[in-house]
């Protein structure tokens, strides 16, 4: 019997948790408080799948082997926004703030408009919207 999957959970080992709570708010996640003295906090994804934050040590604590990646994450998030402008007024909003746009706004040629920013963390957090037919 084949297994099924029920969810899934992607889960940010942040340096600095409530700086990466600020970026991820900023792209219009209501993420909440964490807690003390735990720094866990999840938000639910569209689509029902959740993002979670956990300190760096929260990690170490599980795997004390793991250390954070020195370049660009390994993983990347990619959040799908209702127009090319909003993509292009969300890099705007996040570049602004001081968050690295790795790859500027353009529009692909998979049909759609595509660019990157680094949050706190590093990791590529994708922003895309289908181009106007």
């Given amino acids: ?22 970026f991820y708010r900023l792209l219009g996640l209501a993420v909440p408080e964490p807690g003390a003295p735990d720094p866990h906090v999840d938000v639910e994804l569209p689509g029902g799948n959740r993002l979670s934050f956990d300190a760096e040590q929260t990690i170490t604590g599980m795997h004390p082997d793991w250390a954070p990646p020195d370049s660009a994450g390994r993983v990347a998030l990619a959040f799908g926004l209702e127009s090319p402008a909003e993509v292009d007024a969300m890099f705007e909003r996040l570049t602004r703030a001081g968050h690295p746009g790795s790859l500027k706004p353009y529009d692909a040629p998979w049909g759609q408009r595509y660019a990157t920013v680094l949050d706190p963390d590093r990791n590529l957090v994708d922003l895309f919207a289908p181009l106007a037919e």
């Fill in 1 to 22: 019997m084949p297994v099924r999957l029920t969810s899934a959970v992607v889960q940010i080992f942040a340096k600095d948790v409530p700086r990466s709570i600020a």
